[in-house]
C-alpha cells in the first residue's frame, strides 16, 4: 500500500527513512480491509503497528502538518524500508508482557 503510487494523497515513504506517514485513517483502513485485515477501528491498527514494533513517532496530539495543510501520523521500523522487502522477515509480534519491545522478550539478568 505504501509503495503504490495511487495513494501517495493520503500514505507514503517518508524520502530516506524506515518510516511511513498516513493523513487518512479511513482510507488506510479500507486499503487493509482490501488486503485482508480484519480491524475496523485505527487504535486497533495501531496496536498492531506497536506490536511489531512500530514507533509512533506522532499521535493525536502531535501530528505534522505539511505545506498542502494534510496532517500526517508518522511510523517508524527499521525493518520496514521502502523497496527493502528481505527486512521484513526480521518483523516479529512481540510476546504479551514484553516491556523491551524486542521479540525475543526481555532479557534476563546476568
Request: proline share 6%; glycine share 8%.
Amino acid at each position: 500500500i505504501v509503495s503504490d503510487p495511487d495513494t501517495d494523497s493520503w500514505i507514503q515513504w517518508v524520502p530516506g527513512k524506515p518510516q511511513f506517514r498516513v493523513c487518512d485513517r479511513k482510507r488506510f483502513l479500507k486499503a487493509l480491509k482490501a488486503h485482508g485485515l480484519k480491524a475496523t477501528r485505527y487504535a486497533s491498527v495501531s496496536k498492531n503497528f506497536r506490536d511489531y514494533g512500530f514507533k509512533a513517532l506522532t499521535d493525536a496530539r502531535r501530528r505534522i502538518a505539511s505545506a498542502d495543510g494534510k496532517v500526517w501520523e508518522v511510523y517508524h521500523n527499521e525493518n520496514f524500508r521502502d523497496g527493502r522487502y528481505d527486512l521484513l522477515q526480521e518483523m516479529q509480534r512481540c510476546r504479551p508482557g514484553d516491556k523491551t519491545g524486542s521479540p525475543e522478550g526481555p532479557s534476563s539478568p546476568d
